[in-house]
């Protein structure tokens, strides 16, 4: 029988899976990426895609997808319009962070509104969680658990499913990001619905340069 606490681990590794996919891939993040697919089971494609494209190949198609000049922003602020807003919405992000001491480097050691750094926080936050549920904290768990919805509602939940749409996309036939937008969108919209989240959409934008980095850390 599979227990919340097991539900919890999944849903971990299952936010961890996807921050290191949308990070610049190395060997060990491949490693890694492959270690977390077959512990989650049912992503046997993914697990054979990961091995036969390899980290030099799926680092090139990573820089075609998202670095120099792309056919999509992997920043939350490359989903909004108004630039004051975008300054607003980093600010806010890395406040989230800061908020749980969270600003070490992540696994894309990016700006705080990168794709990584919003996955691997909700992969940190669960993991939050569950220590206190463990610990018998259930305050400390359920305050958590509502600072989850409150970063899925302002941030993660607003731009994510648009940007897991435009990789499916663009990615074709490289089927490593075409699965990792797959096993994206699925995830964030399940955990929107378990959460009864209704999120205001971001701005979409069209075709553009990636958002310069600036002096800001993942979470």
């Not at 630039?83 to 894309?108: I, K, N, W």
């Not at 990016?110 to 549920?133: I, K, M, N, S, T």
């Not at 499916?168 to 009864?196: C, F, K, M, N, S």
């Amino acid at each position: 029988m599979r227990t919340a606490t097991d539900s919890g681990v999944a849903s971990a590794a299952r936010w961890r899976l996807l921050s290191l996919g949308f990070a610049p891939p190395t060997e060990e993040i491949v490693r890694e990426l492959e270690v977390l697919a077959e512990s989650l089971g049912e992503l046997e494609e993914l697990v054979e895609s990961l091995r036969e494209t390899g980290s030099e190949a799926l680092a090139a198609q990573y820089q075609a997808l998202f670095g120099g000049s792309v056919r999509i922003s992997p920043y939350e602020g490359g989903y909004e319009l108004d630039p004051v807003r975008q300054g607003r919405e980093m600010a806010d992000v890395a406040a989230f962070y800061r908020a749980f001491g969270a600003d070490a480097h992540g696994p894309a050691a990016e700006r705080p509104d990168h794709a990584g750094c919003e996955l691997e926080f909700l992969a940190y936050l669960e993991l939050r969680r569950l220590a206190a549920v463990e610990a018998g904290d259930e305050d400390s768990a359920s305050l958590v658990d509502d600072i989850a919805t409150g970063f899925l509602r302002d941030h993660a939940g607003r731009w994510l499913p648009a940007f897991f749409s435009d990789v499916h996309d663009a990615a074709g036939e490289q089927p490593v990001h075409r699965l990792l937008a797959e096993l994206g969108a699925q995830t964030i919209g399940v955990e929107l619905e378990r959460r009864d989240v209704d999120c205001v959409p971001s701005a979409r934008r069209g075709l553009q340069e990636s958002v310069e980095r600036d002096s800001f850390d993942c979470g």
